[in-house]
């Protein structure tokens, strides 16, 4: 198993070798956002917890309990993410084939493959936890041995997680038909996260904020009894930490004891499992079942829509792709719940926060064009050159990946801003200017995105979110967030024209309305010529 270390530690190190300015410059931003990230989660949680420990008598009794909460949540997302990312780690990993013809032992690729599945399945609740209990320790006023050992016991409780995730794979691929297993595991995961999303937005945390909420809150934790599952790592790991704080030895070896003996226990017991099932399961996974070949007469069909027809086949028969609109029917419902909560005064009000919602919008019409539109081109993978062979212009070729990618998100914003609007209330010539916006706006993301798309396409990928990050994602979405913020300056002038000059005829409405669409015009046919040009290069 050390030549596999080896192996991945000389990789990784070629690859740090042979990055390029544009990759270096990609590296170094997604550093800084993510060093961000990781001090916002500190700055959140040392607010929360400090707040909530501050209440008399209850306070700490509620931060225990919290914990727990915390921890039983973290613990079954590197359950489900372990789930998932073993399926194309162990079993339909593209190295799995070279793997098998080297001279070494199956049960040597085994754990090569399961701690590879662990690390990468559990690195980002790691990466929130490690903040959230420096945030703990601060408040709690903890020395310097809570801070080492908190985070010494998170490894063995991520990866009692994430072996668990691995042996249900294991169980699963033996005794379930490989082609179907993926694909229902991975659905299931992404209703499991739009539910939990759905839930903590539909039980509307903002109410724990008041103090007849924070009341309600210490009732239910002190006397519901919340889910702590004490026959779990979760509570063990709470315990071990809480242990800590009070500097309780006892309790901490206890807990300590049981983390690092159940992780050790899952380790030789999904060890036993692949003993027995992996290579069954592999082989499964490697044949990944016959398909079922429908013959069909020959259709006449125009060229542009049989490419329409095959983009579509494609996404609904990737789960990876399709089930992306599970997540954004989750987002979509919780906005449009926010907004129905929000409550205004004045119709001014109403009108102001017409232009924030614009905004909002836009936002989530760049994050669906960065995932269903802006990867349309580089999806065609190696295999481009034999697209350009079909009877197709490419410029029809690339009219048809704009129309692909804009549908669906013209679609969700239209219907986000007429939604908004109407339970805003606002007046109607507002309702006018931000519906022609949300629409001319919409359709320039999207174009903007397929665009992008085919200036900086990543062709060699093993995954969609590879695409996403690339540098051409990174660009698009500051082009985007150039876009939005150029529309709404412009769509706030007739409002301050409203306010200022107490105007209420809709000729202003009018002139920045035209504005606005001639605007977009222009950097539709910019971005779209020098798309269309970038296009027109590719030779793959």
């Known amino acids: 198993m050390h030549y596999l270390i080896k192996i991945s530690f000389l990789s990784f190190i070629n690859r740090i070798n042979s990055l390029k300015f544009k990759d270096n410059l990609k590296a170094a931003i997604f550093i800084f956002i993510g060093t961000n990230i990781i001090f916002i989660v500190y700055g959140a949680s040392y607010s929360f917890l400090k707040y909530i420990n501050s209440v008399a008598v209850a306070g700490p009794l509620i931060v225990n309990k919290l914990l727990a909460l915390i921890f039983i949540t973290a613990f079954m997302m590197a359950v489900l993410s372990a789930i998932i990312v073993s399926f194309s780690t162990i079993y339909f990993g593209r190295d799995i084939k070279w793997l098998l013809t080297s001279p070494i032992k199956l049960g040597k690729v085994f754990s090569f493959k399961a701690a590879n599945s662990s690390f990468y399945a559990s690195w980002m609740v790691f990466a929130a936890l490690v903040p959230f209990m420096a945030a703990l320790g601060v408040v709690k006023n903890a020395d310097i041995w809570f801070y ?211 905004a909002l919008v836009w936002f989530v019409a760049t994050a669906a064009s960065l995932r269903l539109s802006f990867p349309l081109i580089s999806l065609e993978g190696e295999s481009f050159w034999f697209l350009l062979t079909s009877p197709v212009s490419r410029f029809k070729l690339f009219v048809e990946k704009i129309v692909f990618g804009s549908i669906p998100v013209v679609v969700v914003s239209m219907i986000l801003m007429f939604a908004t609007n109407y339970m805003m209330g606002i007046s109607k010539p507002v309702f006018i200017i931000t519906m022609t916006a949300a629409a001319a706006m919409s359709l320039l993301i999207s174009c903007s995105a397929v665009s992008i798309g085919a200036i900086l396409p990543k062709f060699n990928y093993s995954n969609i979110p590879q695409i996403e990050s690339s540098l051409g994602g990174l660009v698009f979405m500051l082009f985007s967030f150039f876009m939005i913020i150029v529309n709404i300056l412009i769509i706030m002038q007739p409002l301050r024209l409203f306010y200022l000059k107490n105007y209420t005829g809709a000729a202003a409405f009018v002139e920045y309305g035209i504005i606005l669409i001639l605007i977009d015009i222009i950097f539709f046919v910019i971005i779209s010529s020098i798309g269309y040009s970038a296009l027109k290069r590719i030779e793959k």
């Open 148 to 358: 080492i050992f908190s985070i010494v016991f998170v490894f063995p409780f991520l990866a009692s997680a994430s072996f668990i995730g691995v042996g249900f794979t294991i169980i699963v691929m033996r005794f379930f038909p490989a082609a179907k297993v993926r694909n229902v595991v991975f659905i299931i995961g992404m209703l499991f996260f739009t539910f939990v999303l759905v839930f903590v937005r539909l039980i509307q945390p903002e109410k724990f904020v008041s103090s007849e909420g924070f009341e309600l809150l210490s009732q239910y934790l002190g006397y519901l009894d919340a889910p702590t599952a004490k026959f779990l790592p979760s509570w063990w790991y709470t315990s071990a930490a809480t242990g800590l704080i009070a500097k309780d030895f006892g309790r901490i070896f206890i807990y300590a004891g049981l983390l690092f003996g159940a992780a050790v226990i899952l380790w030789l017991v999904i060890k036993f499992l692949a003993k027995k099932y992996y290579m069954e399961g592999l082989n499964e996974g490697q044949a990944f079942a016959a398909a079922d070949i429908r013959r069909r007469s020959f259709e006449h069909r125009s060229p542009v829509y049989a490419i329409f027809q095959k983009d579509i086949k494609v996404f609904v028969r990737d789960s990876s792709q399709w089930s992306q609109v599970l997540i954004l029917a989750s987002i979509v419902l919780v906005y449009l719940f926010s907004m129905y909560k929000l409550s205004f005064e004045a119709i001014k009000m109403h009108n102001t926060m017409s232009v924030v919602n614009c």
